[in-house]
Protein backbone atom coordinates (compact mmCIF):
# COMPACT_ATOMS: atom_id res chain seq x y z
CA UNK A 1 0.00 0.00 0.00
CA UNK A 2 2.71 2.46 0.88
CA UNK A 3 0.68 3.67 2.87
CA UNK A 4 4.19 5.12 5.43
CA UNK A 5 4.87 7.80 2.58
CA UNK A 6 1.25 8.72 2.41
CA UNK A 7 1.49 9.51 6.26
CA UNK A 8 4.32 11.30 5.93
CA UNK A 9 3.30 13.41 3.12
CA UNK A 10 0.30 14.00 5.30
CA UNK A 11 2.32 15.46 8.04
CA UNK A 12 4.20 17.83 5.94
CA UNK A 13 1.65 19.63 5.39
CA UNK A 14 1.60 23.30 5.22
CA UNK A 15 -2.10 23.45 6.29
CA UNK A 16 -1.67 20.67 8.81
CA UNK A 17 0.91 22.16 10.92
CA UNK A 18 0.73 20.33 14.41
CA UNK A 19 -0.50 16.95 13.58
CA UNK A 20 0.35 13.59 13.69
CA UNK A 21 -0.52 10.81 11.29
CA UNK A 22 -1.54 7.97 12.61
CA UNK A 23 -2.34 4.47 10.94
CA UNK A 24 -5.85 3.19 12.88
CA UNK A 25 -5.22 -0.31 14.08
CA UNK A 26 -8.07 -3.06 14.50
CA UNK A 27 -11.43 -2.33 13.94
CA UNK A 28 -12.58 0.00 11.21
CA UNK A 29 -15.91 1.25 12.95
CA UNK A 30 -15.12 2.13 16.18
CA UNK A 31 -12.50 4.99 15.71
CA UNK A 32 -9.85 3.14 18.94
CA UNK A 33 -6.73 1.15 18.14
CA UNK A 34 -8.23 -2.44 19.51
CA UNK A 35 -6.20 -4.17 17.58
CA UNK A 36 -2.37 -4.87 15.50
CA UNK A 37 -3.71 -4.89 11.93
CA UNK A 38 -4.94 -1.78 10.11
CA UNK A 39 -8.37 -1.05 10.14
CA UNK A 40 -9.61 -2.19 6.75
CA UNK A 41 -12.53 0.13 4.63
CA UNK A 42 -15.09 -1.38 2.80
CA UNK A 43 -12.68 -0.40 -0.51
CA UNK A 44 -9.68 -1.92 0.75
CA UNK A 45 -8.53 1.06 1.93
CA UNK A 46 -6.29 1.95 5.18
CA UNK A 47 -7.53 4.64 7.74
CA UNK A 48 -4.77 7.18 8.89
CA UNK A 49 -6.47 9.51 12.03
CA UNK A 50 -5.26 13.06 12.63
CA UNK A 51 -3.86 13.94 15.65
CA UNK A 52 -3.23 17.66 16.31
CA UNK A 53 -1.66 19.83 19.01
CA UNK A 54 -3.37 22.97 17.99
CA UNK A 55 -6.50 23.94 16.11
CA UNK A 56 -6.99 23.72 12.37
CA UNK A 57 -6.05 27.26 10.88
CA UNK A 58 -7.33 26.91 7.44
CA UNK A 59 -9.72 23.67 7.26
CA UNK A 60 -10.73 24.88 3.57
CA UNK A 61 -6.86 24.60 2.73
CA UNK A 62 -6.33 21.57 4.57
CA UNK A 63 -9.14 19.81 2.91
CA UNK A 64 -7.42 21.05 -0.22
CA UNK A 65 -4.06 20.35 0.57
CA UNK A 66 -5.23 16.56 1.85
CA UNK A 67 -7.44 15.81 -1.33
CA UNK A 68 -4.15 16.71 -3.68
CA UNK A 69 -2.03 14.51 -1.85
CA UNK A 70 -1.11 10.75 -3.45
CA UNK A 71 -2.72 7.86 -1.47
CA UNK A 72 -5.72 10.16 -0.18
CA UNK A 73 -8.70 8.86 -1.24
CA UNK A 74 -11.04 11.34 1.12
CA UNK A 75 -10.76 13.23 4.34
CA UNK A 76 -13.59 14.26 7.22
CA UNK A 77 -13.13 17.67 6.79
CA UNK A 78 -16.83 18.80 5.92
CA UNK A 79 -15.84 22.60 4.63
CA UNK A 80 -18.08 24.48 2.36
CA UNK A 81 -21.44 22.47 3.08
CA UNK A 82 -22.79 24.28 5.30
CA UNK A 83 -24.07 27.51 7.33
CA UNK A 84 -24.34 26.95 10.52
CA UNK A 85 -23.39 23.78 13.17
CA UNK A 86 -24.73 22.36 16.24
CA UNK A 87 -22.26 21.58 19.24
CA UNK A 88 -23.87 19.32 21.84
CA UNK A 89 -21.50 19.29 25.00
CA UNK A 90 -21.65 19.39 28.65
CA UNK A 91 -23.06 23.24 28.90
CA UNK A 92 -25.62 22.05 26.59
CA UNK A 93 -26.37 22.56 22.86
CA UNK A 94 -24.97 25.83 21.26
CA UNK A 95 -25.32 26.97 17.56
CA UNK A 96 -22.65 28.53 15.64
CA UNK A 97 -24.30 30.30 12.46
CA UNK A 98 -21.56 31.42 9.57
Known amino acids: ?14 ALVG ?8 DVSNNKADGDKPA ?10 LVFTEPIKDPVAAGKQLKDTVG ?3 HGLFT ?4 AVIIAGKDGITVKEA
Do not use: S
Open 1 to 14: FCHEHTMRQIGKLP
Open 19 to 26: CKPVLRLG
Open 40 to 49: VTDNGNYIVD
Open 72 to 74: VVD
Open 80 to 83: GMTT
